[in-house]
């Protein structure tokens, strides 16, 4: 649940010109302050008038303010935050907005202070400053962003937000690693590179120089304005497509080898049950996913058309085709993709769909460009021989009630 401390209840109620002239509403808005320090506002605020035509409004500011009537939140514990979903417009995640996932908190770096060594097997170690990572052509890519322990099921009366909010999309924008690789004369015989965080986790992950030599991004901004302090700043690895956890936040080292360096990170954690009693370890790729967002629980939809809304996305490449049904599975109609659909990125996908109010479920299945189809959970738990771990992905479910109450559909009840 939501940590939230009221410290103040009501603004004191100043005659406005409104009441004067007999207006009815009362306007009452609270303070409200998260056990993290931030500062949101709960209600209708004083200066929302009836004839906003009528009166000189508030001055241009140096930060935008989002209107106090959007009530969009993270959801919160003290290790992560999840994104809502259900309340996205488009493909973009607002910074604000973006899921977070700390092992042991979110430093507080001076940018000024903070370098990047990269050393190990190559020709010429060297620090790079900030300063000097924005000095090298840049690049900015749009990508989805997803911890490999985004799932929850059990109960029905779970959100997307719940169900898969550890997962968020940013136009990421920095340096590539293959130019840093270049500069420091990265050695043939590497293979393997340590990445490696500036927080009080110290997070080290093994990474290949493939990966590096490939799409990997030294990033420095995201959507447009530095990183945020959560999801990094004032640099931060960034793997397109693969699991959040290799995408290193403060990052401070990498420093190049001739094999995997078997973290913390990558033998207690992050490793899977296959079957037989084995666990896969390095499943760097996120696979395939879809949810439905709209409708979805806690909404209550009205019968006739419905505009079925989702995102889907995959770590292996473009999203080829997401296909929704609408009588629990029975048969299945291609959903029309938002464009652009991009590489290794949340996509948008809607259906059109006359709700005459029968009892049924809706559901959504994602294909990628290499062929592979999301599965239900029955087939994840049968392929892994086991139940859970990281990397879940199934096909979810939301029942559609006669009263147009939506609920999740927890595929296997515990
Ligand atoms: N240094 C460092 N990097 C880190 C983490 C961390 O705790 N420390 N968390 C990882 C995990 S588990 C995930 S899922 C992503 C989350 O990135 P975000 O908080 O920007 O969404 O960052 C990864 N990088
Ligand atoms: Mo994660």
Redesign the pocket.
């Known amino acids: 649940m939501d940590k939230i401390v009221e410290i103040t209840q009501e603004f004191p109620k100043k005659i406005s010109r409104r009441k004067l002239l007999g207006g009815a509403a009362t306007a009452a808005v609270a303070i409200i302050q998260t056990t993290k320090g931030q500062t949101i506002q709960k209600g209708i605020p004083e200066n929302v008038v009836d004839d906003p035509t009528k009166k000189l409004g508030v001055l241009a500011g140096e930060v935008g303010t989002r209107s106090p009537f959007v009530k969009s939140v993270k959801k919160f514990s003290d290790i992560s935050s999840r994104s809502p979903l259900q309340d996205f417009y488009g493909m973009i995640t607002p910074s604000d907005l973006?899921?977070?996932?700390?092992?042991?908190g979110v430093p507080a770096i001076d940018p000024t202070k903070h370098e990047l060594l990269i050393h190990g097997l190559v020709e010429k170690p060297l620090v790079f400053t900030i300063a000097d990572l924005k000095r090298f052509p840049s690049v900015s890519r749009i990508a989805f962003?997803?911890?490999?322990?985004n799932f929850r099921g059990g109960k029905e009366n779970l959100t997307p937000q719940d169900i898969c909010g550890?997962t968020?999309q940013s136009e990421w924008t920095g340096v590539k690693l293959s130019t840093l690789f270049r500069e420091v004369g990265a050695k043939p015989n590497a293979t393997w590179f340590l990445a490696e965080?500036?927080?009080a986790?110290?997070?080290t992950r093994s990474i290949p120089v493939k990966k590096g030599w490939d799409d990997a991004i030294v990033a420095y901004a995201q959507n447009g304005e530095p990183l945020r302090p959560?999801?990094?700043f004032p640099v931060?690895l960034f793997l397109p497509g693969w699991?959040?956890?290799?995408?290193?936040?403060?990052?401070r080292r990498l420093e190049l080898s001739d094999a995997p360096y078997y973290t913390r990170e990558e033998t207690s954690k992050y490793t899977e049950p296959i079957k037989d009693g084995k666990y896969r370890i390095f499943s760097f790729d996120i696979d395939a996913r879809s949810i439905i967002t709209f409708p979805a629980y806690p909404q209550q939809v009205e019968k006739g058309w419905i505009e079925i809304r989702g995102l889907a996305w995959s770590g292996r490449g473009k999203v080829i085709k997401v296909e929704v049904s609408t009588d629990a599975g029975k048969n299945w109609q291609v959903a029309q993709l938002n464009e652009p659909v991009l590489d290794k990125a949340h996509v948008q996908f809607r259906h059109l769909w006359q709700w005459r109010g029968q009892e049924t479920e809706i559901l959504s299945r994602v294909t990628d460009e290499t062929g592979y189809t999301q599965p239900t959970l029955k087939q994840l738990f049968e392929a892994r021989g086991s139940e859970g771990g990281y990397h879940m992905n199934p096909v979810t479910a939301w029942q559609i009630k006669p009263d147009g109450r939506v609920l999740f559909k927890p595929e296997i009840l515990r």
């Not at 699991?243 to 990052?251: A, D, I, P, R």
């Open positions: 973006h899921f977070e996932r700390h092992h042991a962003l997803e911890c490999s322990g550890l968020s965080g500036g927080d986790a110290v997070m959560e999801q990094g931060r699991e959040g956890n290799t995408s290193v936040k403060w990052l």
